[in-house]
């Protein structure tokens, strides 16, 4: 049995396949104009899905971008105060072992405890020192300033501390343990302080409290120490953070990106095909009876 083929079916036949064309040339151009493969679901949905799986870990990566630089500036704020804390506890200890000087006059005794005094306010401005308002001495409180500058009262929480999170299993501390730095109430730096400025006063031997003041200093290299190694791991964890945008962006480029000379070789193919398919629909679409009969 022979299939009848009419005028009307080379016609649909024709003009669907000239549509088919001219979507492979829309499909190019836009290729070409955008410079991706995939610009919508649709164009390749294996390909989509490994896009918005990449875009996702981006905007992770981007966000623990941002902390890590919160936590570099809370931890060098932290680090500089400890490094202040150092110096001046080491000027402080060379004072009382001056004083300990038995030919020291009273009067060579009161100016090193008016030095003393000094040193212990300015001991207090660095331990309630803070970053963007909030004190890095006293963890998550809001009790605003760390200590108490009479009683020497810590005001931080001790179970809490603030960290940030910068890779998918890695928190670090930000802030410092105030307590454990400088001391509370009168086994605080500033009584230790204030012990040696009276009995510097009072023409007494200020040596007997240097065992309690390098305690104090002893405290301070510890945390800075302790610093030092969280401000690695923050700077190893913004490297990684840099090599894994770099990762995917090359990953997201090699599914998403187009291949210039292809693209633009297979449009210059299609649309020699669709002239060829323009030509071919208008011999379909001309012949009629009249022009038969002509």
């Not at 005794?109 to 000094?118: H, Q, R, S, V, W």
């Not at 410092?176 to 012990?195: H, I, P, R």
Request: glycine share 6%; aromatic share 4%.
């Amino acid at each position: 049995m022979v299939s009848r083929i009419t005028n009307l079916t080379i016609q649909r036949s024709s003009l669907a396949n000239l549509q088919v064309n001219l979507q492979n040339v829309s499909d190019l151009q836009a290729q070409l104009s955008s410079g991706k493969k995939v610009t919508k679901a649709s164009d390749d949905p294996a390909a989509a899905a490994q896009l918005l799986s990449l875009r996702g870990e981006q905007t992770r990566n981007a966000q623990y971008t941002r902390n890590s630089a919160d936590a570099t500036s809370w931890l060098s704020t932290v680090d500089t105060a400890l490094q202040t804390s150092s110096t001046t506890l080491r000027r402080a200890r060379d004072l009382v072992i001056q004083g300990g000087n038995t030919g020291l006059s009273q009067i060579s005794k009161d100016a090193l405890a008016t030095e003393i005094d000094g040193i212990k306010n300015s001991m207090m401005g660095v331990a309630n020192t803070t970053y963007l308002g909030r004190t890095v001495f006293a963890g998550t409180s809001d009790a605003g300033a760390a200590f108490d500058s009479t009683t020497y009262a810590w005001n931080g929480v001790a179970a809490a501390s603030v960290t940030r999170q910068v890779a998918d299993a890695t928190a670090v501390r930000v802030d410092s343990n105030g307590s454990a730095v400088f001391g509370v109430g009168s086994t605080s730096v500033f009584a230790t302080l204030d012990k040696i400025s009276a009995t510097l006063r009072a023409g007494g031997n200020p040596t007997a409290q240097l065992a309690e003041l390098d305690g104090h200093i002893t405290d301070v290299k510890t945390e800075l120490a302790s610093v030092g190694a969280r401000e690695n791991q923050v700077e190893a964890a913004s490297t990684e953070l840099i090599d894994k945008e770099a990762s995917v962006k090359t990953q997201m480029s090699g599914i998403e990106d187009i291949d210039l000379a292809s693209v633009i070789l297979s449009l210059q193919s299609a649309n020699v095909t669709y002239q060829a398919a323009l030509g071919a629909t208008s011999k379909a679409l001309s012949p009629t009876l009249m022009e038969y009969l002509r």
